[in-house]
């Protein structure tokens, strides 16, 4: 099937931890985003990734760093996890111009749990 | 500062048109409209996109008003799947971000 799909679907770890999430689309698209979704349900993209390069970088902290090793792929790691950063994110791709071809497909999330 | 207006929330009887308004009283002539639904605990899914024409495909219609200022997305059988929040983002392309607002909550009811 083609889609975004990311993994873990549910992540649960305590306070100062690391931990990854990776993101992979086979949809042939040149654009990776990461947004996070807090308990407020808002949207926010954090990070975007055209052919590997970083393009948006958002006021996020230094504890998170997203990697792209190919176009296919984004995962974001954290460091020194905290509890604010318990949230639902989301791994997204689109083609660099999006506009004429339908916007972004989504993954269906991950659900991490800072205890 | 917002790009787009919509209620905070809709009911709609299942089997009936469900009809969405958004207001995007200051689109460029370059920024397209899109809608996008998010049913509960899933990703964004894209609905349908339009820049100046009415477009329909299998999920729903947009009505875009001619002078752009505003649109209707239309469902035009809802059924209890369809309660979301829905999405109206007014967008350039090309390397922007996709930003979303607070959207429509639509309860689809039996």
């Known amino acids: 099937d083609t889609a975004v799909s990311q993994t873990p679907k549910y992540l649960v770890t305590q306070m100062g931890n690391d931990k990854s999430i990776k993101c992979e689309q086979n949809l042939g698209h040149d654009t990776m985003y990461w947004y996070k979704q807090d308990s407020k349900k808002f949207l926010k993209i954090m990070f975007s990734?055209?052919?590997?390069?970083?393009?948006i970088n958002e006021t996020v902290p230094n504890r998170f760093s997203p990697k792209s090793p190919d176009k296919a792929h984004l995962n974001l790691h954290i460091n020194s996890l905290e509890l604010g950063d318990s949230a639902v994110y989301f791994c997204?791709?689109?083609?660099?111009?999006?506009?004429?071809?339908?916007?972004?497909?989504f993954g269906s999330g991950t659900r991490l749990t800072v205890v | 500062d917002a790009k787009t207006t919509q209620p905070t929330s809709m009911d709609c009887a299942e089997g009936r048109a469900a009809n969405l308004p958004c207001n995007h009283s200051?689109?460029?002539?370059?920024?397209?409209v899109y809608w996008y639904r998010q049913i509960h605990s899933q990703g964004p899914q894209y609905i349908i996109h339009g820049l100046k024409n009415n477009e329909t495909n299998e999920m729903a219609s947009l009505i875009i008003t001619e002078d752009r200022k505003s649109s209707t997305l239309i469902l035009p059988h809802a059924t209890l799947r369809d309660t979301a929040v829905y999405y109206c983002i007014v967008q350039e392309t090309s390397g922007s971000r996709l930003t979303f607002g607070e959207g429509t909550q639509l309860t689809v009811n039996p």
């Open positions: 990734y055209n052919n590997k390069e970083l393009i």
């Open positions: 997204a791709s689109s083609h660099w111009d999006w506009g004429p071809f339908g916007g972004y497909t």
């Open positions: 200051t689109i460029s002539g370059n920024e397209y």
